[in-house]
């Protein structure tokens, strides 16, 4: 390995807390850790070849990528909500064990329960993170926005078409909704056949209310959203495992040494 490179898997910890180096706030904004750990993982090749390099020194940018594909200002996103503080949601929340919670939202803090997506607002309206947590049908639901992100894709309507359409530009870079799944190691939300979205609750075309109703849907929403966690921390760790940060900031696979 070349003098100034490293391995990533070295540097990135599937376990680590990103409230914990917070101190008390928003951890998209103010995890140094969670930060350092985007840019490491997203750095890398889009589907056509060309690197997607991200600097985090734009004064004005979270991370910012600025190439012949564009310009691209991102900003972190969680996909793990608890809705332990919804006051919808207390009423059954406050059935379960407060020992349960906590393992529920430690699983929320982890690297895996969080992307990226554009950060800039187009004409002044919402950006992906904002609509959403907005949106009724959506209400922050990672399941429900990637059955969107695949019906934008394949050119279907969805709750968020409008503004998943004001970001074509930055969809455009992944080609294709399987090669957008490959990229920010999304599988384990997918169903069997690879193309189809494996929803934490039962799904009816966005004509239920997305939060759980009753404690037993709650608790499957739980299990299924902490085990989509589980296996995205798992490809998270293999992707870092299997690959070198150069001293030019891009990233390469490991060399074999065999």
């Known amino acids: 390995m070349k003098q100034g490179n490293f391995l990533m898997g070295n540097l990135i910890d599937t376990t680590f807390d990103v409230y914990s180096d917070a101190r008390g706030r928003d951890p998209d904004s103010h995890s140094a850790t969670l930060r350092c750990y985007h840019k490491m993982l997203w750095n890398k090749t889009l589907p056509d070849g060309t690197p997607f390099s991200l600097s985090d020194d734009h004064p004005k940018a979270y991370l910012h990528h600025n190439s012949k594909k564009g ?7 969680s996909l793990g909500h608890t809705y332990r503080y919804v006051k919808a949601m207390a009423r059954i929340v406050n ?6 919670l906590d393992n529920f939202f430690s699983a929320c803090s982890t690297i895996g329960a969080y992307i990226v997506f554009p950060a800039r607002k187009i004409d002044g309206k919402a950006t992906i993170n904002g609509a959403r947590g907005l949106n009724g049908k959506i209400k922050d639901r990672f399941d429900l926005s990637l059955e969107c992100i695949r019906r934008h894709y394949v050119h279907e309507e969805s709750p968020l078409s409008v503004v998943l359409a004001r970001y074509a530009d930055f969809f455009r870079l992944f080609e294709n909704f399987a090669e957008y799944v490959n990229f920010f190691l999304l599988q384990d939300l997918l169903a069997e056949d690879s193309t189809s979205i494996n929803f934490f609750l039962p799904f009816d075309n966005f004509d239920s209310l997305p939060l759980p109703a009753g404690l037993d849907n709650y608790l499957i929403y739980r299990d299924n959203l902490v085990a989509f966690i589980t ?3 798992q490809r998270i760790l ?8 150069l001293k030019d900031g891009l990233i390469a696979p490991k060399a074999n040494n065999s």
């Open 95 to 100: 059935d379960v064990p407060k020992i349960e």
């Open 238 to 245: 293999e992707q870092a495992s299997g690959m070198v940060r």
């Open 71 to 77: 310009e691209f200002f991102l900003s972190s996103d």
């Open 231 to 233: 296996g995205r921390n």
